[in-house]
């Protein structure tokens, strides 16, 4: 018997969200495409995230998209920013189309540094690095200052 040739659109797996599930997309962006350690995200600029009367979008609203992207393209349950070096290249404006980009580019141990670009049409607006861990547990539920037995309480 023989078999026809499978497209590579056919033989790839399909990746379940595994993190942040309950994030506000109408906020953050909204998931066009999703693999392993790789994620475009797109966000709709709207009347609520901008700064001023001009039609400027807050910067915030950029950066939480771009941490949602980093978050996503890791996509461990309990996966935690700890860090980041962002430049924001071009201002945003209501009506724009954000479309990012996020690649995992290096994994040690628990830690993963994550590369995110974001582009109004062909305009690159944003590029950062974000550090992430993925911790054993939810990130809240973490015992961070352990107790000293030694030391007694006067």
């Known amino acids: 018997m023989q078999r026809d040739k499978i497209s590579d659109n056919e033989i790839k797996e399909e990746v379940v969200v595994k993190t942040h599930e309950?994030?506000?997309q109408y906020f953050c962006g909204e998931i066009t495409l999703i693999e392993h350690g790789y994620v475009e995200l797109l966000l709709v600029t709207e009347p609520e995230m901008l700064a001023d009367d001009i039609g400027l979008v807050h910067g915030g609203f950029i950066f939480s998209a771009a941490d949602y992207a980093a978050m996503l393209a890791v996509n461990q349950r309990n996966v935690v920013l700890v860090g980041s070096d962002c430049q924001f290249l071009s201002p945003v404006k209501f009506h724009d189309e954000?479309?990012?980009?996020?690649?995992?580019?290096?994994?040690e141990g628990k830690k993963?540094?994550?590369h995110v670009e974001g582009y109004v049409l062909d305009i690159k607006v944003f590029e950062g690095e974000f550090k992430t861990v993925v911790t054993d547990s939810h990130v809240l539920k973490l015992n961070l200052l352990?107790?000293?037995?030694?030391?007694?309480?006067?």
Request: glycine share 0%.
């Open 146 to 154: 352990e107790k000293d037995d030694s030391v007694s309480e006067e």
């Open 98 to 107: 954000v479309k990012f980009i996020a690649k995992v580019r290096h994994q």
């Open 112 to 114: 993963r540094n994550v």
């Open 22 to 24: 309950r994030i506000n």
